[in-house]
C-alpha cells in the first residue's frame, strides 16, 4: 500500500474535470491539484516553454511527496509528456491522450471531429495517434481558440461562450461528423451546451474517465495504491489568485469548502517568464 498522494496539474481549472473522474475511479486516494493560472491559457505559448512549465511544476508536485503525477491538460500532453516521461523515469506520468481509437471504432459516418488547442493538434502524440487508429476515417481538426479562457472565467453560459462554441461544433457538424472529440479538459465543462448543440445523433466522448481507469490500472499493477480504509482528500493550489479557483469549485459543485493555497513556484528560466 502507498498512501503518498496523486499529483495532478493543468493550466487551469480545465484539469478538473479529469480531477472529479479520478475522484470517482480511486475514492481511497489522496490527490493535489495544482492549477497553473498565472501562466493561463498555454495554448498559444510555444511547446519549449510549456515543457518548462511543466518540468517545473512536476518537480513540486515530487517535492510535495506525490508518487503519480497526471498531466491533466491536452496541451501541456502533446507538448511535455514525453520529456517528462524521459526526465522523472521512475515515476509514473499519465497524460491526456486524443482518443481518436474509440472515436473511430464508433463513427458510422467515417467523420469525427476533434476540439483542440493548436498546440494539441501540432504535437507528435496526437499525429501519432491518428496515424494508428485514425484510416479510413476523416478527421476535422478544428481549433477553438478562446474557448478555454471563457471556461476558465467561469462563465459557461455567457452568451458570447455559447456563440464560440456554437461556431466551432458548427464547423464540424457541417463537415458530417457523428462523433466529437473533446480534446482539451476545459471542454468537459461545456457538455450539457455540446450534446445540446449536437443532437442525439452525435457522440460526445470526454476522455477523462478512460485516463481515469489507466491511472487505476497503473498504480495497481505497481502496487501502488492507498489503503481502503485510508481518508481520501483532496488539496487545490494555484499559482495564480486561489479566490477564482475557489469560486470555480464551489460553483461547479466539486467541493463545499474548498482550501486552495496560492504558491509561488521558481521561475528557473527565462522561459517561465
Known sequence: MDERPIGI???????LSVWREMVRALPHEEMLYFADQAHVPYGPRPAAQIRSFCETITRWLLGQGCKAVVVACNTASAAALKHLRDTFPGVPVIGMEPAVKPAAALTRAGVVGILATPTTFQGRLFQATAGRHASGVRLVNQVCDGLAEHVERGDPDDPRTLALL????GAVLDQGADVVVLACTHYPF???AIRRRCGPGVTV?????????????TLRARRMLASLDSPAQSRFCTSGDAAPLEQFLVSHGLALAP???SVALPEG???LA
Open 205 to 217: 466522448i470526454d476522455p477523462a474517465p478512460a485516463i481515469a481507469r489507466h491511472l487505476a490500472h
Open 269 to 271: 528560466d527565462s522561459a
Open 9 to 15: 496539474f493543468d493550466s487551469g481549472v480545465g484539469g
Open 259 to 261: 482550501q486552495v493555497a
Open 190 to 192: 461545456l457538455m450539457e
Open 166 to 169: 456554437d461556431r466551432y461544433l
